[in-house]
């Protein structure tokens, strides 16, 4: 089993910026990559980002890029998630999740991911 606590959401105006952090705790070695997704009220979730085991391998969204940047601290078992220029379609609640399996390409997928974070909440104001 694997837990995932984020952390570091809250409201900001626009052109503001957030980091958000997720600590990973149990089975953390089985972990392939970690990603991160958002949802918005009454849309579906999204991919936002993610980054392979090793931070060699990273991945953004198009609607994210240039804006956002994802890290990770292995020993100390979070991912954290840079959030710049923000806007108000970047409101949601943002969920990280991990990856038990390759290959990396598929971490765009929700349905790729075995564990969940209870999510942080994410406000751009205009």
């Known amino acids: 089993q694997v837990q995932l606590v984020e952390s570091g959401g809250g409201l900001v105006q626009t052109g503001g910026s957030l980091r958000l952090s997720c600590a990973a705790s149990?089975?953390?070695?089985?972990?392939?990559?970690m990603g991160w997704f958002r949802q918005a009220p009454g849309k579906e979730r999204e991919f936002v980002s993610a980054i392979s085991r090793d931070g060699g391998s990273t991945l953004y969204a198009d609607s994210v890029k240039g804006r956002f940047t994802i890290s990770r601290d292995n020993p100390k078992n979070t991912m954290y998630l840079q959030m710049n220029s923000l806007k108000p379609d970047d409101t949601a609640v943002y969920y990280c999740?991990?990856?038990?399996?390759?290959?990396?390409?598929?971490?765009?997928?929700?349905?790729?991911?075995?564990?969940w974070g209870q999510g942080t909440q994410v406000t751009v104001s205009s």
């Open positions: 999740a991990a990856k038990l399996t390759g290959p990396f390409r598929l971490v765009v997928s929700a349905d790729e991911y075995t564990y």
């Open positions: 149990g089975r953390t070695f089985s972990i392939y990559a």
